[in-house]
């Protein structure tokens, strides 16, 4: 289930509505944040949940000269598989492969000086970012907005500041040069790079090196 069906889902579960209504809200909302939202595959995902039964029509509204408006609901069966996709997000780590650690990577590539000034970029616009979510959820806070619509603003805040910490400290650490940056190139600490032997899951599976 994508992104954007979760959350045509949650909508049709608070309340029936239609197709516009319902992008309006996920747009007021914000919830962009979460999938890329636009009206062709809003609708597009409309129609796929409708097929798959885990949406249902529950009116089609008339007024005057205007358009039909068909007016959807969400079926018991679209409140089991809502249910589940939501249990798997949020017990399943997904296996996703986020940019800036192939960026770290392979950061022994660029001079120092370069790596120095890019972090330097980053932090300030995770920095942004952080205060932009902790200012709206102060805000919502504020309007008596229950926490448990704000935790994935809580969880994104965290994580942030986990984020900003640990690049803040590299950066330090490379512009006093407790960091040293002289790296053949080529060459990574004169051993072999890591193996699939280095990332088992259970260290008493580890063999132990000859002595």
């Known amino acids: 289930m994508t992104p954007l069906a979760v959350l045509v889902l949650g909508l049709a579960a608070e309340r029936p509505m239609h197709p516009y209504e319902m992008l309006q809200t996920l747009l007021a909302r914000k919830e962009d944040r979460f999938a890329n939202i636009r009206p062709g595959s809003l609708y597009h995902t409309v129609d796929r949940l409708l097929a798959r039964e885990l949406l249902c029509?529950?009116?089609?509204?008339?007024?005057?000269?205007?358009?039909?408006?068909?007016?959807?609901?969400?079926?018991?069966?679209?409140?089991?598989?809502?249910?589940?996709?939501?249990?798997?997000?949020?017990?399943?780590?997904?296996?996703?492969?986020?940019?800036?650690?192939?960026?770290?990577?392979?950061?022994?590539?660029?001079?120092?000086?370069?790596?120095?000034?890019?972090?330097?970029?980053?932090?300030?616009?995770?920095?942004?970012?952080?205060?932009?979510?902790?200012?709206?959820?102060?805000?919502?806070?504020?309007?008596?907005?229950?926490?448990?619509?704000?935790?994935?603003?809580?969880?994104?805040?965290?994580?942030?500041?986990?984020?900003?910490?640990?690049?803040?400290?590299?950066?330090?650490?490379?512009?006093?040069?407790?960091?040293?940056w002289d790296v053949v190139r080529g060459c990574r600490g004169g051993g072999p790079p890591l193996t699939s032997d280095d990332f088992t899951t259970d260290p008493t599976t580890r063999e132990e090196s000859p002595r």
């Open 57 to 180: 029509v529950s009116d089609i509204e008339r007024s005057g000269n205007r358009p039909e408006r068909t007016v959807y609901a969400i079926t018991d069966h679209g409140r089991a598989a809502l249910a589940h996709r939501l249990t798997v997000l949020l017990q399943t780590p997904s296996a996703e492969y986020p940019e800036l650690y192939l960026g770290l990577a392979e950061a022994h590539e660029l001079p120092a000086a370069t790596v120095i000034e890019s972090l330097a970029v980053r932090i300030d616009v995770l920095s942004a970012e952080r205060a932009l979510f902790t200012v709206a959820a102060e805000q919502a806070t504020g309007r008596g907005v229950s926490e448990i619509y704000l935790l994935d603003i809580g969880c994104r805040c965290a994580t942030l500041t986990a984020q900003i910490d640990w690049l803040t400290d590299l950066h330090a650490r490379l512009v006093d040069g407790t960091l040293p």
